[in-house]
């Protein structure tokens, strides 16, 4: 968790999530964020040295949803930027569309 509970906390989180302490500590923070509504989409799990963080973060960093190789989703520069709840906002009305079923869009030749 990068702003657990017990630490440096995010203004709006949306989770209780205290520091981690193993890769278990992880793996229910994520199976948490499927279990409370994340959307159905792939969730990563860094291990406990950080090595996709170091290979691939960087500073600063952004919340980003990606989807079909296109980024859908950007958020502010953080970690002053970030906007969690915007982000949720973003996730439940997209949950809603997934929920709505496939719109029919109409093609004239």
């Known amino acids: 968790e990068a702003h ?11 989770y209780d999530i205290p520091k981690h302490q193993c890769l278990q500590d ?8 499927l279990q409370e509504g994340a ?6 799990v860094d291990t ?9 973060g960087a500073y600063f960093e952004r919340l980003y949803i990606v ?4 980024v859908t989703y950007q958020g502010g520069r953080g970690p002053e930027g970030y906007k969690i709840a915007e982000l949720r906002r973003w996730l439940d009305r997209y949950q809603s569309r997934l929920q709505a079923g496939p719109s029919t869009v109409v093609v004239q030749v």
Do not use: H, I, T
Request: hydrophobic share 45%; proline share 8%; glycine share 2%.
């Open 4 to 14: 657990p509970s017990d630490g440096w906390v995010s203004s709006d989180a949306a």
């Open 26 to 33: 992880r793996l229910r923070a994520a199976a948490l964020l």
């Open 39 to 44: 959307p159905a989409c792939p969730l990563a």
């Open 48 to 56: 406990m040295d950080n090595a996709s963080s170091a290979a691939y």
């Open 67 to 70: 989807q079909e190789r296109k």
